[in-house]
């Protein structure tokens, strides 16, 4: 699909979809970050190659507790952690501006 060759374009390769361990090129993955509830997190977007974390909610957006557990794993790990809110319409230019490309 063109939007995922888009994807892989910005972000490069590899990118991975709906997971809850963060590979990293020669170490050791990173994860699985658990929830406030101590259920496994699961990741929209993850890409190594930019240390990026795309978390995309379509229907709703987790408690308030769920919310800060992800960016308190993404801050701990230096990792850069975004929130995309149902409804929201994420542009090209958007994800480029937050990737500093």
Request: proline share 7%.
């Amino acid at each position: 699909r063109e939007r995922d060759k888009t994807l892989l374009e910005l972000f490069g390769a590899p990118l991975y979809m709906n997971t809850t361990l963060l590979s990293r090129a020669g170490q050791k993955p990173l994860g699985p970050a658990l929830g406030p509830d101590g259920r496994e997190l699961i990741w929209s977007v993850w890409s190594p190659h930019r240390n990026a974390l795309l978390d995309i909610f379509r229907r709703r957006i987790p408690d308030e507790e769920e919310l800060k557990a992800r960016m308190v794993f993404a801050r701990e790990h230096e990792v850069k952690y975004a929130v995309v809110r149902p409804g929201y319409i994420v542009t090209l230019d958007h994800l480029k501006g937050w990737l500093g490309s």
